[in-house]
């Protein structure tokens, strides 16, 4: 009987431990930040999953602390975010961020070529510094310290334009509303025309062969730390020469040499990754609605594009991507029936065609598998150098190993020009190895083939300054 009843008397008291350890809470009593020269402090505490006043189970404590150095890092505000947490009591902690500013200003010099990627460029317009802009972009980021962006661009080269954005993400105390405005001016002396066989046909003159300009406003809503939501409003002119009007009539959707209009677009993003520019593990949703104005050149076009990333041990982790676009256009013009091939809508093997059409899909599966990490020690100079050094962080390389496969498929109403991508599934796989190191930089070197059967080494590359 005595053995019984201490059999039960120690289940009670067990799970009685249990039920105390899983409900037991810890309260925020402060949040200590240090290392932001710049940016407000309530930047920062923005970013938190927290605040001051918070209850929360002691075993959350490890995955939010988590999470609040991923958004940190996130902003692009910083290259490094450290949180601890200080114990004052058995109920009551203090939160400790401890955080490293990037440098802000940056007057880098423009160099970049108006092709789709490097390699049509590089080898099929065998690296013509004809199709190059260059000159000086000034970029200041957290210009107030408060996360906001102004950007000055001087370009010239292929094309001839003059860029001016500015974005301020909060104009509220509660840090939900903000506003954006850009405008642009270009003139450019080679268009592209049209496509044929599935690539793009251009032409160029000693005259200018188009030009025009476009501006913007945007009204910018973030709810929580994942969500955010926009309304741009957008306004411009294009015109082309009467030499591009020979060579492409259909250019633009009202069958003349130039058009004005004004635009809606309607966005929505939730995005939860662990790092944003090689998220490893996380998802995000994108939704893109917009709408063109006008009675002969009215545009609607929706786009859909959903990412997954899951770990499958620390050292590996998959990729998923679904990406579509749908067009409503009035008539078949060359401007608006652009698709594959432009903006975010590229497939792997894929890089030296176009597909014009109606609407599209592309489905991307990765599996990658770290390689390693080499971290490089600091160089000691003298004076300058060594201030330099002081301000850049550790240089850090990651190396992953993937394979992919892309599938795709894009539907014409009118086929035109030789096209043998459209309406078709089209197919790709490949291997690549990817390189992550400071300031987001990330370099893929892949190697791909197609259901065509090209094969080739391409090369795409990215730095957040």
Do not use: C
């Amino acid at each position: 009987m005595f053995n019984k009843s201490a059999h039960k008397l120690f289940f009670v008291f067990f799970f009685l431990a249990i039920y105390l350890q899983t409900s037991a809470q810890y309260k925020i009593a402060g949040i200590q930040i240090q290392g932001n020269v710049r940016t407000k402090s309530y930047i920062l505490l923005r970013e938190l999953p927290y605040q001051v006043g918070s209850e929360f189970p002691v075993d959350s404590l490890e995955a939010l602390n988590k999470l609040a150095q991923q958004q940190l890092i996130n902003t692009a505000l910083f290259y490094d975010a450290e949180i601890k947490t200080q114990k004052l009591d058995s109920q009551y902690i203090n939160i400790q961020i401890k955080v490293t500013e990037r440098w802000y200003f940056f007057p880098l010099p423009y160099f970049k070529w108006v092709d789709r990627n490097f390699s049509e460029w590089w080898n099929v317009q065998n690296h013509s510094l004809d199709r190059v802009n260059y000159g000086i972009n000034f970029r200041q980021s957290n210009l107030t310290g408060n996360n906001d962006r102004l950007t000055v661009g001087v370009i010239t080269g292929y094309t001839h334009q003059t860029v001016l954005k500015y974005q301020f993400p909060f104009i509220d105390k509660k840090l939900r509303f903000g506003l954006g405005v850009g405008a642009q001016i270009f003139t450019q002396k080679e268009l592209n025309t049209s496509t044929f066989a599935d690539k793009q046909v251009f032409h160029k003159t000693e005259d200018v062969m188009n030009k025009g300009y476009k501006g913007s406003v945007s009204f910018l809503y973030r709810p929580n730390l994942f969500e955010r939501h926009s309304l741009q409003v957008g306004f411009g002119n294009l015109e082309i020469s009467d030499t591009a009007m020979l060579f492409q009539p259909q250019y633009f959707p009202n069958y003349k040499k130039s058009f004005s209009y004004v635009d809606l677009t309607l966005s929505f993003t939730k995005v939860r990754f662990d790092y944003i520019p090689y998220p490893t593990e996380g998802n995000s949703t994108e939704l893109n609605i917009y709408h063109r104005i006008g009675n002969d050149n009215s545009l609607t076009a929706l786009q859909f594009r959903e990412v997954h990333a899951r770990p499958i041990t620390k050292s590996n982790f998959y990729l998923l991507e679904l990406n579509t676009l749908a067009k409503a256009m009035p008539n078949q013009n060359y401007f608006d029936s652009r698709l594959l091939g432009y903006g975010n809508m590229q497939m792997n093997g894929f890089e030296y065609y176009v597909v014009d059409g109606n609407a599209g899909g592309i489905f991307k599966a990765e599996l990658h598998q770290l390689l390693g990490t080499i971290k490089l020690p600091k160089k000691v100079g003298i004076g300058f150098v060594d201030r330099i050094n002081k301000r850049l962080p550790d240089i850090k390389y990651k190396f992953w190993l993937k394979a992919f496969t892309n599938l795709g498929y894009v539907y014409t109403e009118r086929p035109v020009n030789g096209s043998k991508l459209s309406n078709t599934l089209l197919r790709t796989a490949g291997v690549g190895l990817d390189i992550i190191s400071i300031y987001d930089l990330v370099l893929k070197i892949d190697y791909s083939v197609n259901q065509l059967g090209d094969k080739g080494v391409y090369l795409r590359a990215g730095i957040n300054f």
